[in-house]
């Protein structure tokens, strides 16, 4: 356990349907990045959080997701209408400046 | 090309054997991950690098930043050190990691 926890663990949707995930950083990390990991390959950089700012935002990162960190903390990432080609692992990963990444244990999404 | 490549891809080796994992980056960085993936697992930060050479336990890390080179050495390996090892680095003007495809190391007891 890194400190870092992510909701679901996992998530079954059908296509076309919204899903929102959470993650609670450590406590003192500003920083916070999201990841997309399909089978066999890296995490994909998606976007990155320092404070509520959203900073850096990749173009994987279609109209379809958005992702927010209200006040600095928590973070939730959602996607609306989903695709199988959404089927993946979403990482959460936290820091704190000049400090190594923590990861979260991932949510794995099964789009149907 | 990619920006950061490691070799070797896949790796099998005996329990007890000495592990060298290589990464190569062409870019300019901030900073050097090695993580570790579990099959089904999460990623597990095992050293941040900028200079040098770290150890912790029967894990040394050292990077060359002249060569842009760096390597994840394992001693006296144990099957339960399989895991895919992934190199990433952190490029010095932007926030992101840049992933290497990682290596896929089983040990066999």
């Known amino acids: 356990d890194t400190g870092v926890s992510q909701d679901p663990r996992h998530k079954i949707t059908k296509r076309g349907q919204n899903v929102t995930f959470r993650c609670d950083p450590i406590?003192?990390?500003?920083?916070l990045y999201w990841y997309r990991q399909t089978l066999g390959q890296g995490p994909e950089f998606l976007t990155y959080?320092?404070?509520?700012?959203?900073?850096?935002k990749s173009r994987l990162l279609s109209d379809r997701f958005s992702a927010e960190r209200p006040k600095g903390s928590f973070s939730t990432l959602e996607i609306q209408r989903t695709e199988q080609g959404d089927s993946a692992m979403y990482l959460c990963?936290?820091?704190?400046?000049?400090?190594?990444?923590?990861f979260g244990p991932g949510t794995r999404l099964l789009v149907l | 090309k990619n920006e950061v490549e490691q070799s070797p891809q896949n790796l099998t080796a005996q329990e007890g054997e000495f592990i060298t994992i290589n990464c190569s980056y062409s870019?300019?960085?901030?900073?050097l991950h090695w993580l570790q993936q579990h099959p089904g697992g999460g990623i597990v930060s095992l050293f941040m690098?900028?200079?040098?050479?770290k150890k912790h336990g029967r894990l040394i890390a050292t990077i060359n930043i002249q060569e842009k080179h760096s390597s994840l050495h394992i001693t006296a390996s144990h099957p339960r050190d399989s895991a895919v090892y992934i190199c990433?680095?952190?490029?010095?003007?932007?926030?992101?990691?840049?992933w290497g495809a990682g290596t896929k190391l089983i040990i066999k007891p």
């Open positions: 406590s003192e990390h500003n920083r």
């Open positions: 959080f320092q404070n509520e700012a959203q900073l850096e």
């Open positions: 870019v300019g960085i901030s900073a």
């Open positions: 990433a680095v952190m490029g010095d003007s932007n926030y992101q990691l840049i």
């Open positions: 990963a936290s820091r704190t400046e000049g400090g190594t990444q923590y």
């Open positions: 690098l900028s200079s040098g050479k």
